[in-house]
């Protein structure tokens, strides 16, 4: 059986040529995706923005109606309901946003999850209340604090892994091709308004960790060519490690796309921001490790004796000696 090649061995793609205007995109893309996220905001869920959480059980079913309960809770009024599987198949969390006078008003707040359970127990009778909990604005607004916290640690603890295991300029690179993916991705939400839950932090922390794999792919194509290439231009030497790592990128991208394609297209309507998240974080994260992280090398000084051992003193006085002592 042949192998599957959908990228000749030798491919020799000139990269590098367009990197000026790939940056300028790029960071164009970057200032209109914060300047929508702080001037249209993102459309926080439950977890961020307060609300309330229904937990039930349909003690005489095997799975849960999920579509159906979605659909009678969101004819309620209190807008699109978060419906989803909890422990079990026919155990539910049913999470809706408050109004605004209900936030922090837990008579309120009670009132509207006893309409839920009384909606739902008079259409499904083996259904029943596990509990409920009020997430108030200011535990949701500690959420989103500790959200941009775990975004930011993120970030800073791979650049410096990847500062530690190549040179400094390489964690450079990785972090702004980070921050690039991140920013791409919250300015989609911003733009399309997507909810923007928990669920989303860990389709980002995700996307880190993609762009993280795919950088430090070609990185390291890229530190062992500088040994081996030592009077390559760097410019050719990137283009070299870029093309000589394609294949292993874009069937990595591919068979990704393949399992999320459907999912976005058919999958439930919960997951359909997770899953959008994902998805986009593939196409910017493969770009960014080519056009962002490489790219900038050449801007950050990175050169054919960045990998040399640096000669000491110590080395200096020694070889010294040891030329007296033949001589």
């Given at each position: 059986m042949k192998l599957l090649k959908l990228v000749p061995d030798d491919t020799n793609i000139k990269f590098l040529k367009l990197r000026v205007p790939f940056y300028i995109v790029s960071v164009l893309l970057i200032i209109a995706s914060w300047a929508l996220v702080f001037t249209q905001g993102l459309n926080y869920g439950v977890d961020f923005a307060g609300g309330l959480e229904v937990r039930a059980t349909f003690e005489q079913t095997q799975e849960a109606p999920i579509p159906d309960v979605r659909n009678k809770v969101g004819a309620l009024g209190y807008g699109d309901a978060t419906v989803q599987r909890f422990g079990e198949d026919n155990q539910v969390s049913i999470r809706v946003r408050l109004p605004e006078e209900a936030a922090d008003n837990k008579e309120t707040a009670q009132a509207i999850a006893n309409e839920i359970v009384g909606t739902l127990k008079a259409d499904y009778p083996d259904f029943r209340l596990d509990g409920n909990d009020n997430v108030s604005g200011k535990v949701s607004g500690e959420f989103r604090e500790d959200a941009v916290l775990a975004l930011v640690a993120a970030m800073l603890a791979v650049a410096l892994y990847i500062w530690i295991r190549?040179?400094?300029q390489f964690g450079v690179g990785a972090l702004?091709?980070?921050?690039?993916?991140?920013?791409?991705?919250l300015g989609m939400f911003a733009l399309f308004q997507l909810e923007f839950s928990l669920q989303i932090i860990a389709a980002i922390l995700a996307?880190?960790?993609?762009?993280?794999?795919?950088t430090i792919v070609v990185y390291d194509r890229i530190r062992?060519?500088?040994?081996?290439f030592r009077k390559m231009p760097l410019p050719e030497l990137l283009d070299l490690s870029v093309n000589e790592t394609l294949a292993r990128t874009v069937m990595t991208s591919l068979t990704l796309l393949v399992a999320l394609v459907p999912l976005l297209a058919f999958g439930p309507e919960s997951l359909f921001g997770l899953v959008a998240a994902i998805t986009l974080g593939i196409f910017v994260g493969t770009y960014s490790s080519v056009y962002m992280a490489a790219p900038l090398l050449i801007w950050l000084g990175v050169d054919s004796n960045s990998f040399v051992p640096k000669e000491t003193e110590a080395d200096k006085q020694e070889a010294a000696a040891r030329k007296l002592t033949e001589g």
């Open positions: 190549f040179e400094w702004f091709a980070l921050f690039h993916d991140v920013s791409l991705t996307i880190i960790g993609y762009s993280l794999n795919d062992e060519n500088l040994k081996k």
